[in-house]
């Protein structure tokens, strides 16, 4: 039974997209019903599984759907693995995949190419479900690169816009260069353990932990490399430095697609494979301290880019950025679970933010500028409400589910003894409050710049407004609802290697969830997300001469900031060139001079000026034919004689 | 010193010197002369080497059929008599060591191969009976039969392509040729002067 | 009893006087082919010593064959100059070097 309902939650976003394609009549009505029932299905299927692992999360199936191909060295079967992990990505991304398809439906209605949007979101949905309930390397690169593919259709859907041309290659691109690194992981597993099951690489872990392979004079230890391959492979994905930078150019999509796929499922599936991965993880020191590094780096200098963006998309996509960053930490640091239970619980307020966003830019005519806005709290007073819900919960005020997955992610490294990663993630938290309440305090509250019209009825239709509900209560609740049954009975016993640590973690720190709560109150995090709600209010809010004084000390850091530390003029300007030259040199001189000239038509030419010597010898004269076989033969006959 | 050693050196001398003048001549006419004398010479030689049937028919064949064709289109075609002679002087050198040259090689091949006192030459060969011309009947009627045939064929060829060649068409014959008639365009059989409707 | 080099000696003179005989003619074409039949003549000398060698009526018959061929090609050959100097109007060996590269 389980096998039915597996399938049917991966293809039927699958066929979805399939009957969208190829429907004919162009009214909306059709595509939004056929879109919403396919994703409407996996939703629930997915839900019916989660719970139902919530009471046997130690159930492990595999299931074979059919074999692609098999060779003498190797066989290709298509198939599903179904554990906790997988159930419960699975649940994420359908559910938030259907209330942003629902929201799409009110979000484009006016748009021309409203079918093409929803043939991209639904094979999207379905790529994604493919790389969870993958069990081999190979099927999880199929999804990978699909989904880097739908992101690219996705990002690029206004295609005639230069600027969102632009960015989807930039994000194609960035991706493609993980993949190198996820490629190489991918050969360097196969040729060490002969296949591409996950499972026979977790058996075969111990027999390699000391072995080496020499790859140009170079010896490496073979484990490491794997794990260090896979890393910058969801490195680009999950946009850490220093492949982010194609994140925040892809907020030239529309809204929903930065909604679902840059903040709460596409970006998260580098997190999941390492965390799908972490029997491999644990095998390798020097990889986990480098992720360590680089994930708390991005939590924090992102984090600081974000405070001097006026764009509000710009704003939230950095904060996904640093949000990464901490489920990055955590991965770091051996936690598994924690950094799943962040990408759960950010998923949902991240996508509300977006939302929200989306609701605010179709009120105010499509601006984006938060220096331009102003006052919106009385016009739209559900999107009010549910931004202070999924801006309390990204910052991390006590009981919101927000804090309940960061605060944990903080609390490693208190008690671990780690204070530089730990003042860097407090820090972050102070930020983080920064620039959230920034937003907030810019756009609805202060004068109404924008001149928008206070309407009687709702402020949206209620396709808009729907979904926004539905995923505040996520956002809210869902960090407490789930904190004891799923990171601390055992849920992922089964899927990840940190059983043991957390359990011990468990009874050392945390005691239960009430005292952890309370024990909150009185950290530093706390503190510091308090401090920076006060701070953001008098700078932004009352705009008193802080904020004057404030600029001017601070010039010299914003232009840094602005330059988000040299990576756009890096991404924009320097590497392309040079690869531009490199190309340029490769085309003129290698192609044309020595290919085309020197060689092909280098050869027609040395022909052309043998034959036009050759055919002189054709004179034309009989005798001189027959003075010629007349040599032959006299050849002939002086070498056949014996004297 | 018999009979026969006078003959074969007293022929083969005339024969040698006549096909010089064949080779030598400012006249095609007289070349063609020297030619018959030398196929009449060479005749001789070939009864000595006791093939009687074949020394006739190179009389009758060769120098009946074969060189009066020769003669006959020396006359037809209307040579300048004055263009050919004279620059002969010119072209001796190569001709004369091609000649050297590969008379040399022959010779020496030939002395070194075949100048053993066993290698003789026989003058009789019979198969079925003395004659000569009973035995070449007999034999290429049964061995040689397919070769015969093919002759036949081969002198067939012969006939149609020197007839194809040369021949001339006569202008008042009216046939048609097919692959003209397909290609015939509407331009080429109708010329419109008046057209009422086309106005 | 004459010994088979004498006759071979015979047939090797006059190969190549006949071989002499086509670099020697540049005027004449018709000459050309006449020097051709003194070749073939010598030819058959060689076919019907090597037979009375032999003791084979083989060398005979084949003389007889290459009479047939050497009749029919002098006819085509022949046939050819005719109409080469219908459309020339010279049958000097320099003129019909068309065929050159």
């Known amino acids: 039974m389980m096998y039915f309902l597996v399938t049917t939650i991966i293809f039927a976003p699958l066929l979805g997209s399939l009957i969208l394609l190829f429907k004919n009549d162009k009214s909306n009505l059709s595509t939004a019903i056929i879109a919403n029932i396919s994703i409407g299905i996996s939703m629930i299927l997915s839900l019916f599984l989660l719970i139902s692992y919530l009471f046997t999360p130690t159930v492990i199936e595999t299931f074979t759907l059919f074999k692609w191909f098999s060779s003498n060295k190797f066989t290709f079967e298509f198939a599903l693995l179904v554990d906790s992990l997988s159930v419960v990505m699975s649940f994420i991304v359908t559910f938030i995949s259907f209330f942003i398809h629902i929201y799409s439906i009110g979000y484009m209605e006016k748009e021309i190419s409203f079918n093409r949007f929803f043939v991209y979101t639904n094979f999207f949905t379905f790529s994604m479900l493919l790389i969870v309930f993958s069990n081999n390397f190979l099927q999880l690169f199929i999804g990978w ?271 671990n003894e780690n204070n530089f990663i730990y003042y860097f993630l407090v820090a972050g938290v102070f930020v983080t409050a920064l620039y959230t309440s920034k937003i907030f305090f810019k756009v609805f509250f202060g004068n109404n710049k924008l001149k928008i019209k206070e309407n009687e009825e709702l402020e949206h239709k209620d396709v808009i407004l729907m979904p926004l509900i539905a995923l505040a209560i996520p956002s809210m609740f869902i960090g407490l609802a789930l904190f004891d049954s799923m990171l601390f009975s055992n849920y992922f016993a089964s899927s990840t290697s940190d059983f043991n640590r957390i359990n011990s973690f468990y009874n050392n720190h945390i005691i239960n969830v009430f005292n952890f709560t309370m024990h909150a109150f009185t950290s530093l995090s706390f503190f510091a997300l308090v401090i920076g709600i006060i701070v953001s209010y008098l700078i932004y809010y009352k705009e008193t001469n802080l904020t004057k004084i404030l600029d001017n000390k601070l010039s010299s850091i914003k232009k840094i900031l602005e330059n988000e530390y040299g990576f756009i003029s890096l991404s924009n300007n320097y590497v392309p060139c040079y690869f531009k030259k490199i190309a340029n040199i490769l085309w003129i001189k290698s192609d044309i001079n020595i290919i085309d000239n020197l060689i092909v038509n280098g050869i027609a030419n040395q022909v052309k000026k043998i034959s036009t010597r050759m055919r002189l010898i054709q004179t034309g004269y009989i005798y001189h034919y027959a003075f010629t076989m007349i040599i032959g033969l006299m050849l002939f006959l002086l070498v056949f004689f014996n004297f | 010193m018999n009979a026969e050693l006078v003959i074969f050196y007293l022929f083969s001398i005339f024969l040698i010197i006549s096909s010089l003048y064949v080779v030598t001549s400012n006249n095609p006419i007289k070349s063609a002369i020297y030619l018959v004398f030398s196929f009449f010479f060479s005749a001789i030689l070939w009864l000595l080497l006791g093939a009687e049937f074949l020394s006739v028919i190179l009389i009758l064949v060769y120098v009946g059929a074969v060189m009066v064709l020769f003669l006959f289109v020396v006359m037809m075609l209307d040579i300048n008599l004055s263009e050919i002679t004279g620059r002969f002087v010119k072209y001796l050198k190569e001709g004369i060591f091609v000649f050297i040259t590969m008379a040399t090689l022959l010779i020496l091949f030939f002395q070194n191969q075949f100048s053993d006192t066993d290698k003789n030459i026989l003058t009789e060969i019979n198969i079925i009976s003395d004659s000569n011309t009973k035995n070449l009947g007999y034999v290429l009627y049964t061995e040689y039969i397919l070769a015969f045939e093919v002759a036949a064929v081969i002198l067939l060829l012969g006939i149609i392509s020197a007839i194809t060649l040369t021949h001339r068409k006569k202008t008042n014959n009216k046939y048609q040729d097919p692959s003209i008639q397909i290609s015939v365009k509407k331009e080429d059989r109708v010329t419109i002067i008046k057209d009422e409707d086309l106005k | 009893m004459i010994p088979m080099s004498h006759y071979l000696f015979l047939s090797s003179i006059l190969f190549s006087i006949s071989l002499a005989g086509i670099f020697l003619n540049r005027k004449n074409i018709l000459i050309m082919l006449m020097s051709l039949e003194l070749m073939f003549l010598s030819i058959n000398f060689n076919f019907i010593i090597f037979g009375n060698y032999l003791g084979d009526l083989t060398g005979q018959i084949f003389v007889f064959f290459i009479l047939t061929v050497i009749a029919a090609e002098s006819a085509i050959g022949l046939a050819i100059i005719v109409v080469l100097y219908r459309n020339r109007d010279s049958i000097n060996v320099d003129d019909i070097g068309k065929l050159k590269g």
Request: glycine share 6%.
């Open chain 1, 145 to 415: 690169e699909l989904v880097g593919l739908s992101s690219y259709l996705l990002i690029g859907f206004w295609y005639e816009k230069i600027s969102a041309v632009n960015a989807n290659l930039k994000a194609f691109i960035v991706n493609r260069i993980g993949d190198i690194g996820l490629l190489l992981g991918v050969i360097l597993i196969f040729i060490s353990t002969k296949s591409l099951d996950y499972n026979n690489l977790f058996i075969s872990l111990p027999s390699l932990s000391e072995k080496n392979i020499v790859i140009l004079n170079y010896s490496f230890e073979i484990i490491p490399l794997i794990a260090l391959l896979l890393f910058i492979g969801a490195a680009a994905k999950s946009a850490q430095i220093p492949l982010h930078f194609w994140l925040p150019d892809s907020m030239e999509g529309p809204t929903p697609i930065s909604a679902l796929i840059h903040a709460a499922t596409m970006v998260t599936a580098g997190i999941f494979m390492i965390a799908r991965l972490s029997p491999l993880y644990d095998e390798s020191e020097y990889v986990l301290d480098l992720i360590l590094i680089i994930g708390a780096s991005t939590a924090f200098f992102m984090g600081l880019v974000a405070l001097v963006q006026n764009d509000i998309k710009r704003i939230i996509a950095y904060s996904t950025i640093s949000q990464l960053g901490y489920m990055t930490v955590a991965l770091g640091a051996s936690y598994y679970s924690f950094a799943i239970y962040h990408l759960l619980t950010h998923a949902f307020f991240k996508a509300l933010l977006f939302l929200c966003a989306g609701s605010i830019i179709l009120k105010c005519h499509h601006e984006q500028d938060i220096m331009k806005m102003g006052g919106l709290r009385k016009i739209m007073p559900y999107t009010f409400f549910t931004y202070l819900i999924a801006g309390i919960s990204l910052i991390g005020v006590p009981f919101t589910s927000g804090f309940y997955s960061k605060d944990l992610i903080i609390d490693i490294f208190k008690y």
